[in-house]
């Protein structure tokens, strides 16, 4: 039934819980069991405080390359095919704490993948001043991908009675992903501003998550309420044990 008017607009916006707004979503990262990155100081002390300060986000494009075919029948033009399909890379933005968490948390990945040493000390002006820098003759020895890449999960939430993240209708992971590039961080005297660090990732590809509408157990077994998409159930809740 078309919609004619505001009534029933708003009637079947409310039935899809509202209009969606970008300041709603969490960054994760997973690493698996191949991966032998030193993440656990991470999952223990510092997850749920890098995934607070990422502040910018984006769900990945989608493109696919395409070939080009003529003269398949006389009179039609070029035709556009699809062969394969494209995954460009995705950035994230952080704001700092007082301790740079992101920055280090990122530094130090970036600088595990090559092998590189971390030195830390006290973060005392005077003893910094008589640190020195590492070895000019040192190597670097590339970690495998197995080893420092990890999955990325972008997950787009909203509010529901129960928080204001209860709900993820989509959600992409990104799979090998790693740290490829981080950018300046700019410094300067004038109007303070919260120091922000901006990540971007090269990943493999995604798969892609979709979240149902909470479904209604109208019996033992049974979910309702299935989604539907243009009159059609493209998607069919699965049946629990």
Request: aromatic share 12%; net charge negative.
């Amino acid at each position: 039934m078309a919609v004619t008017t505001i009534d029933q607009f708003m009637s079947k916006i409310g039935r899809q819980k509202g209009m969606s707004l970008t300041t709603g979503f969490d960054v994760a990262f997973q690493f698996g069991s191949k991966s032998s990155f030193p993440s656990k100081n991470y999952k223990e002390n510092h997850e749920d405080l890098i995934q607070m300060l990422c502040d910018e986000a984006q769900l990945p494009n989608v493109q696919t390359a395409t070939g080009q075919m003529s003269g398949r029948y006389l009179g039609e033009s070029a035709v556009q095919y699809a062969h394969s399909r494209m995954f460009t890379d995705v950035g994230l933005g952080f704001l700092c704490d007082a301790d740079l968490m992101p920055i280090k948390f990122f530094n130090h990945w970036y600088s595990w993948m090559f092998g590189d040493e971390q030195k830390v000390t006290i973060d005392d002006y005077s003893t910094v001043r008589t640190e020195s820098a590492l070895p000019t003759n040192r190597s670097n020895r590339l970690k495998y991908p197995d080893e420092y890449t990890c999955s990325v999960y972008i997950m787009k939430t909203e509010p529901n009675q129960y928080a204001a993240n209860g709900r993820v209708p989509i959600t992409y992971i990104l799979e090998n992903a790693y740290p490829y590039a981080l950018d300046a961080v700019p410094l300067s005297y004038g109007s303070s501003q919260i120091t922000r660090l901006n990540v971007n990732f090269h990943y493999t590809r995604h798969t892609v998550v979709y979240g149902d509408i909470k479904s209604i157990k109208s019996s033992p077994g049974v979910l309702t309420d299935d989604i539907t998409l243009g009159g059609t159930v493209p998607f069919q809740s699965a049946n629990t044990a």
